[in-house]
């Protein structure tokens, strides 16, 4: 689980892994607020309308795992 209290400029464009249910979908952090974390998910992992864009995926930040 990330601490969205804990992040920085610097986490933008870390990985992270959503791993709440189904497959562990692997994405960048591309943004966030004091609510939401924003991610950016690999193609053909989690369809999305804006996939690839550059604009992130609103995710809860209790559902996201850092990569090592």
């Known amino acids: 689980m990330i601490e969205i209290s804990e992040l920085t400029e610097n986490d933008i464009g870390r990985a992270v892994v959503y791993c709440r249910e189904g497959p562990r979908e692997d994405g960048t952090i591309t943004s966030y607020n004091s609510y939401w974390v924003f991610?950016?998910?690999?193609?053909?992992?989690?369809?999305?309308?804006?996939?690839?864009?550059?604009?992130?995926?609103?995710?809860?930040?209790r559902d996201l795992e850092w990569v090592s």
């Open 39 to 61: 991610v950016r998910y690999k193609p053909g992992q989690y369809p999305r309308p804006f996939e690839g864009v550059g604009a992130g995926v609103a995710t809860y930040p």
